[in-house]
C-alpha cells in the first residue's frame, strides 16, 4: 500500500471544475504520480509536489489512467523535468503521442473535438510517447507500489485504475463523486463500462479515488444497472 496519499485537486479552465491527481509515496522514499492534470495548472501542481517533497529525481513513476488532457496536460514536461518514465495503456497511448484524445473514441461532437485542444493547451510540447504500456495485472512493485494495474475500459478504451493491496483503488474517470458516487457522466462504451464494474465487484474494492470528486467507500456506489 502506498505510505501517504496526497491529493492534488487542480482547476480545470473556465471554471470546468476540478481533476485529482494522486501523488503515492511509496516504501523505498520515492513517489509514484497518477495523472497530471491540464498543462494550465502545471503552475500550482508543481507547487504541490514541491509542498509534499517530492523532489526533482525522487519522482519514480508517472502513470496515466487514460489520454484525457485534463489528466495527461503535465506528462512531457514531468518527464523533462524529472527525468521519470510515464506509463499508460496502450488503447489510449496515442491520445497523448499525437494530442487527439478523441482517436480511438465513437464519433462525438465536432464541436468538442474542435474546442478540446483549444481549451487544454494540448499544443506539441505537451505530446510524447509513453515509455512503459501497462496491461491488465502488471505489477507495480518494481517502483516502490504493492498495486496492480487493473484495465477497466468504458470511459475510453485505454482506461486503467491502480489497485493497492490495501483495496484502495485509484480508477481515473470511470467512476466520479462528484455530487455521489457514480459512473462517470462521460462514457464512450457503456456496455464495456459495465463490464469494467462487474470486474470491480470480483476484485472487491475498499476506497474508491476518484478523477473529479472526493474519495469514497465502494459500498456507497449506488449504479442503475
Not at 190 to 209: D, F, M, N, V
Request: hydrophobic share 45%; aromatic share 6%; with cysteine.
Amino acid at each position: 500500500m502506498p505510505q501517504k496519499i496526497h491529493t492534488i485537486t487542480l482547476p480545470l479552465p473556465l471554471g470546468m471544475g476540478s481533476v485529482n491527481c494522486y501523488l503515492l509515496e511509496t516504501a523505498g522514499g520515492g513517489w509514484v504520480l497518477i495523472d497530471t492534470g491540464p498543462a494550465s495548472a502545471r503552475p500550482a501542481l508543481e507547487r504541490e509536489l514541491e509542498r509534499a517533497g517530492c523532489a526533482a529525481g525522487s519522482l519514480r513513476l508517472v502513470l496515466l489512467t487514460h489520454g484525457d488532457f485534463d489528466h495527461t496536460g503535465s506528462a512531457a514536461h514531468l518527464r523533462a523535468r524529472h527525468g521519470v518514465k510515464i506509463a499508460m495503456h496502450a488503447g489510449d497511448s496515442l491520445m497523448l503521442e499525437r494530442g487527439d484524445m478523441f482517436y480511438n473514441r465513437k464519433q462525438g461532437s465536432r464541436l468538442l473535438r474542435a474546442a478540446a485542444p483549444v481549451l487544454f493547451g494540448f499544443g506539441k510540447a505537451n505530446r510524447c510517447a509513453p515509455d512503459l504500456l501497462l496491461e491488465d495485472g502488471a505489477s507495480l512493485a518494481e517502483f516502490g507500489l504493492e498495486a496492480a494495474v487493473v484495465h477497466i475500459p468504458g470511459h475510453s478504451l485505454g482506461s486503467i485504475g491502480v489497485l493497492a493491496e490495501d483495496g484502495s483503488l485509484f480508477c481515473g474517470d470511470l467512476l466520479e463523486n462528484v455530487k455521489s458516487p457514480a459512473l462517470n457522466s462521460i462514457m464512450d462504451d457503456l456496455a464495456a463500462a459495465r463490464a469494467s464494474i462487474e470486474k470491480l465487484a470480483r476484485l472487491r474494492p475498499g476506497t474508491i479515488y476518484p478523477g473529479h470528486g472526493s474519495a469514497f467507500p465502494y459500498s456507497r456506489l449506488d449504479l442503475p444497472f
